[in-house]
Nanobody
Framework: QVELVESGGGLVQAGDSLRLSCTSSGRDFASTVMGWFRQAPGKGREFVAAIGWKDDGARYADSVKGRFTIFRDNAKNMLYLQMANMKPEDTALYFC???????????????????WGQGTQVTVSA
């Protein structure tokens, strides 16, 4: 069992930066692939970024590549998403997700993640 709690969301202006955090508990965090997903109103949940056990092998959606950075601190059981040069289309509910199976492979498929947080809202005004 894994419990994930996101924080750090808020209202920002286009071009601003924001950092999301995710606290994990209940399982060996250092052996769990972690990811960020987001869901805008009226749309499906989409992949944003994911990272391997050792803070390596990061993958990003094309829409955020070069602007967002995913990283983790295994000593603190924390996952982060640093967002820069934000755009109104980044407005969404952002979810932290854990992938406890699959031998550490970093993937983008939503169905590959088996634990989810409740989400934190990010709103970017033009």
């Amino acid at each position: 069992q894994v419990e994930l709690v996101e924080s750090g969301g808020g209202l920002v202006q286009a071009g601003d930066s924001l950092r999301l955090s995710c606290t994990s508990s209940g399982r060996d965090f250092a052996s769990t692939v972690m990811g960020w997903f987001r869901q805008a109103p009226g749309k499906g949940r989409e992949f944003v970024a994911a990272i391997g056990w050792k803070d390596d092998g990061a993958r990003y959606a094309d829409s955020v590549k070069g602007r967002f950075t995913i990283f983790r601190d295994n000593a603190k059981n924390m996952l982060y998403l640093q967002m820069a040069n934000m755009k109104p289309e980044d407005t969404a509910l952002y979810f932290c997700a854990a992938r406890t199976k699959g031998l550490g492979l970093v993937v983008a498929a939503r169905q590959s993640y088996d634990y989810w947080g409740q989400g934190t809202q990010v709103t970017v005004s033009a």
